[in-house]
Nanobody, 115 residues
């Protein structure tokens, strides 16, 4: 199993920045895909970004050019740098990991962007 613990959420004004962190209980070098999803009230959970162990990254169109995902294998941590935040980025952000064919989730961290 993989335990994931997110941190770094909070309240920020539009145009501001936040960095989310996701600490994993296993060496993330062995975890093929790690990513960030978000869920706004009344909406389905959606992919924000993911990064593979091979270095590939993928972003939702709505965050391209504003968000950056990165993996620090030495710290077993995945980050999501969020810049130029918009009110529509308000959501609970979840870290995810795909390991040995199973998906794991963190508990989520709230991000609120005020206009």
């Amino acid at each position: 199993q993989v335990q994931l613990v997110e941190s770094g959420g909070g309240l920020v004004q539009a145009g501001g920045s936040l960095r989310l962190s996701c600490a994993a209980s296993k060496t993330i070098f062995r975890i093929n895909t790690m990513g960030w999803y978000r869920q706004a009230p009344g909406k389905q959970r959606e992919l924000v970004a993911h990064a593979t162990s091979g270095g590939s990254t993928n972003y939702a169109d709505s965050v391209k050019g504003r968000f950056t995902i990165s993996r620090d294998n030495a710290k077993n941590t995945v980050y999501l740098q969020m810049d130029s935040l918009k009110p529509e980025d308000t959501a609970v952000y979840y870290c995810s990991a795909t390991y040995v064919g199973a998906n794991y989730w963190g508990q989520g961290t709230q991000v609120t962007v005020s206009s």
